[in-house]
C-alpha cells in the first residue's frame, strides 16, 4: 500500500491567497447601494477594516499572507490529503477518490482559514470587538477561536435552529470566550421585527446577519466579520486548492473532477478557484458545487441583484438567489441554508466554468455513513453533500470502466452533528421539496444582473 | 517563528511495539486465579484471540506491528507533536512546552492505536463478535471504529453517567455499526445484581468490564476487548512514546519530565515507557502520571492483588488499587474513573521508576480552558489532567528560571465533553474529597503483591 496522506511541510503553506477577481473573462459587476448605483469601498468602512475593503475590490492575482496568520495557520495547516482506498474498495470503483480534510482545525473545519485572517486584520486596525453570525456553528466557532488568538471580543448571533441542534457548538464557542446568542434576538431591530412576524421562527443566516450587521454599525468599537460570500472570504480559503494543487504534484496527479459543497460558496471556491488556473492553461477539468436540492441557489435561484440578508441592511450583491426573503427547511446541513451565494462562484457558474448539482438530504447522510464506516472520519452534513457527488462519479466510473481521478474537500468533522446522525438513523429525517411555484413570482422579481 | 508541528513521514510509524516486560529491574508478578495460584495463558482462551494472549505474558523487547495495523494507523499516524509556544507566552515560563496530540484519530483519541490491533487479531482468529465496556466513550468509539475497519459485530456496555453526559459518542459508535447499552443492564447477572443493590447507580467501569466479560464468555462466536489495564494494550500505545522520541530526535530535544493522564494506565504507559529505555541508558528523565484526586489509585491505593471488576470475573491483578468496589464520583474525566491501574504502570512506580500525582477537577478544567484560549485545541478532561500538571511543571520554571523541556501527550479532544465544560463555566463542578478513612479497611483486605 502507498501513503493514505499526502502531506505538506509547513514551510509550504502558501504565501498568498490567489484572487481569481485577476482572472475573470468579464469583470465582476459590482455591487449596489440602495439607489441602485454602485457602491465605493467607503460604503463598507463601518463593517470591515480597510485591508479587507481592499481585499474586497482587489483585482491583483496574488495577495500576500502575514507571517502572523501563517503563524496560526501553522496550528493545522498544511491540510492532509487522503486517498480514500477504503471507500474506493467499498464501492467497487476504478476511480482514485482524494479528499482534503479541512476538519484538522481546532474548530473542525476550513472556516478558520479566513477567520484568522479576519481577526489579524481587525486587530492590526484597532478594533477590539467583532459581531458575526453563524449557521451550524462552524463559523462561530472559528471567530470564536481567531478572536481567542488575537484578543478580541467576539459575539455570535447562531440561527435559532442549529441553536437548538447543537448545543455544544455553543459550549465549543463559550471555551474560546465568545458570547453566543439563539437568532432572532430581542437586541436588535432585524431581531425584534422577525419575531414579531413569527415568535417560532427557526432563524435563518439572512437574518442572523441582518442582527450582526445592525450591531457591528450601531457601535464604533466594533466591525462585522462575515464568514462566507464576500470576495476576500472566498480569497482567504484559497489555501485549501493551493495546497491541495501542490498535494496533486508530489504524487504526479490531477483530479478531472474537484467537487466542494456549497453555501455561501468559500468552501467550493477555496477549492475549486485555484484549479481555474490550470483550466486556463488548458487541462481538462470538472469544477462541481453541490448545494442541498432544498436550498438550491445556484441550481434553481435566480443571477440577479440582491441582499444579503433579510433585512435588507447589505449591499445588493450580483449573485445566484433564492431571494432574501427564501428562509430554507430546517435541514441539517445548517451551514448550507443561504438564499444566496458568492458573487465570484455565481458569476462562474454564469460564465459556465463551474456546474453546480442538488443533492436531496437524505442521500447525503447515506453517503457521509458508507463515508465514516470505510475512511473512519465522521463528516459533518455539509460535508455529506461533497462526499455524495464524489461516490456518484465513482459509481458512474464503476459502469464506464473510467479510472477518474476524483478530488474533493471533505469540510469538517461532525462530532457537533451527532444529533442529525441520531436522526437519520431513526428514520426521522426528511427530503425536503423545494417550494418551485411558491417562489418564482418573488424571483422574477428581483433586478437581473448586466454583464455589460 | 520555527516549526510549530514535528510531523514523521507514514514511513516512520513504528514498525514494532516496544514491549517494557523485557526491560523491568524486577519481573511483573503474575495474575492469580480464584484459588490464589498463578494463572497461566490457557485461562485467557474464553476472551481473547492466542495472538493478544502471547502478548499479554511475552518478555520479547520487541513485537512487530502486524502490516494491515499499520495500513489503518496510515489514517491518522504518526500524530503529529506541538510546541505550545502560544501556551508558553500565556504562563510567561522560560520552560519549553511539547505535546504530542492523539486527538487526530477518527474517534478523537489514542484508544484506536490498540482497538485496531485487537480487531485485526480477533478477526485474524475468526472471532466475528466483540464486547467491550467504556467509561468516557472514547474507547467505546475507538473499538466501533476498528470493528468497522475489520468487519467485526461490535457490544458496548457504555457507564451510566457516561451515557447520559454524552450521548452522541453513543450516537458516534452506532454510526461506526456498534450496539450501545447503558451500564449496569439488566441483560446479565452483574448488570442485574448491581441494579439490585441500586437501581439509580451511576455505573462504573469496573461494572461495565464485569457485562462485557460476562456477555463473552458466554457466547462461542464472541471475545472481548479492554481498552486498557493490560499489559497488551498498554503495549500497543507505545507507538505514543516511540514516535515522540523520534520527534524529540528531529529537533535535537529530549524531555526533562514526560506528563501523561492516567486511569487504566494506556495513554500514560504507552506515553512513558519507552523513555524507560533512555532512564536506564543513564538520561535524566522524570516521568509522571496523572490522576484525579477523587480517584487516586496510584497516590492512596494499596499496591496489592485485586480483581479488575466488580464482579470478580477476572483474575487477581497485581496493580494499585482502591478496591474493586469503589465506586469514584462523577466526575468529567470518565476515562480516569477506574479502581485499579495497569499492572505494568502500578509496578514501575512501586519500584520508583515513575511518579504519581493527583489533582482536582477544578483546576484541571482551569489548565484545559487556558490551553484552550492560547493552543486551539480543545482538550477532552481527561486530558486536561495532563496539561494542568504541564502548566504546574512550567509555572515552577517561571518561579525558578529554569528553562526545562516539557512533554505530555495530550490524550484526545473534548468534542464530546462540551456539557462538562458547560458545567465549569455555570460554576456547576465540583472538587470531591476521597472518601480515605471509609475504605481504608477493605483496602487492607486486599492481598498484597510480594516482589518475591
Not at 486584520?121 to 463559523?139: H, I, M
Request: hydrophobic share 40%; charged share 20%.
Amino acid at each position: 500500500m502507498g501513503d493514505v496522506k499526502i502531506l505538506l511541510d509547513e514551510s509550504e503553506i502558501p504565501k498568498q491567497w490567489y484572487n481569481v477577481a485577476a482572472d475573470l473573462p468579464v469583470p465582476l459587476p459590482p455591487p449596489l447601494g440602495p439607489d441602485g448605483n454602485p457602491i465605493g469601498p467607503e460604503a463598507l468602512t463601518p463593517l470591515f477594516p480597510m485591508a479587507l475593503i481592499e481585499q474586497e475590490v482587489s483585482t491583483e492575482r496574488w495577495i500576500p499572507i502575514p507571517e502572523p496568520v501563517r503563524d496560526i495557520y501553522r496550528m493545522w495547516r498544511p491540510s492532509p490529503m487522503f486517498r480514500a482506498r477504503q471507500l474506493e474498495q467499498a464501492l467497487g470503483t476504478p476511480a482514485k477518490i482524494y479528499y482534503k480534510y479541512e476538519g484538522v482545525s481546532p474548530a473542525g473545519s476550513h472556516k478558520p482559514n479566513t477567520a484568522v485572517a479576519q481577526a489579524y486584520y481587525n486587530q492590526k486596525e484597532g478594533c477590539r470587538r467583532l459581531t458575526t453570525e453563524t449557521g451550524a456553528g462552524q463559523w462561530g466557532s472559528s471567530i470564536a477561536l481567531a478572536g481567542a488568538m488575537f484578543g478580541l471580543t467576539v459575539r455570535v448571533y447562531m440561527v435559532k435552529v442549529s441553536y437548538q441542534q447543537k448545543p455544544f457548538r455553543r459550549s465549543m464557542m463559550e471555551t474560546w470566550g465568545a458570547e453566543v446568542f439563539a437568532s432572532p434576538t430581542n437586541m436588535t431591530q432585524s431581531g425584534r421585527a422577525a419575531l414579531a412576524l413569527d415568535p417560532n421562527t427557526p432563524g435563518s443566516l439572512g437574518l442572523a446577519i441582518s442582527e450582526a450587521v445592525e450591531d457591528a454599525a450601531s457601535r464604533e468599537d466594533t466591525h462585522y466579520a462575515l464568514g462566507s460570500v464576500l470576495n476576500h472570504v472566498v480569497l482567504h480559503q484559497t489555501v485549501i486548492g493551493l495546497e491541495a494543487r501542490e498535494q496533486f504534484k508530489k504524487i504526479n496527479e490531477f483530479p478531472d473532477v474537484v467537487i466542494g459543497c456549497c453555501g455561501g460558496g468559500s468552501n467550493f471556491g477555496g477549492t475549486a478557484f485555484p484549479f481555474l488556473m490550470d483550466k486556463a492553461s488548458g487541462k481538462q477539468v470538472r469544477l462541481v458545487a453541490v448545494e442541498p436540492d432544498s436550498c438550491p441557489t445556484l441550481t434553481k435561484g435566480r443571477y440577479a441583484y440582491d441582499h444579503g440578508d433579510t433585512a435588507k441592511l447589505t449591499p445588493l450583491l450580483p449573485m445566484y438567489s433564492l431571494g432574501h426573503d427564501f428562509i430554507p427547511p430546517g435541514i441539517h446541513a445548517g451551514g448550507l441554508r443561504y438564499h444566496g451565494d458568492s458573487p465570484l462562484v455565481s458569476h462562474l457558474v454564469h460564465l459556465g466554468l463551474i456546474e453546480a448539482v442538488g443533492v436531496p438530504q437524505l442521500a447525503t447522510f447515506q453517503a457521509g455513513v458508507l463515508f465514516a464506516r470505510s475512511e473512519g472520519i465522521l463528516p459533518a452534513p455539509e460535508a455529506n453533500h461533497a462526499v455524495r457527488v464524489a461516490i456518484d462519479e465513482a459509481l458512474a466510473c464503476k459502469q464506464t470502466g473510467e479510472a477518474k481521478t476524483i478530488f474533493f474537500t471533505l469540510s469538517g468533522h461532525g462530532h457537533f452533528d451527532m444529533a442529525a446522525y441520531d436522526r437519520y438513523f431513526a428514520g426521522d429525517l426528511e427530503d425536503y421539496a423545494y417550494p418551485e411555484e411558491k417562489i418564482n413570482a418573488s424571483l422574477a422579481a428581483l433586478r437581473p444582473v448586466s454583464l455589460g
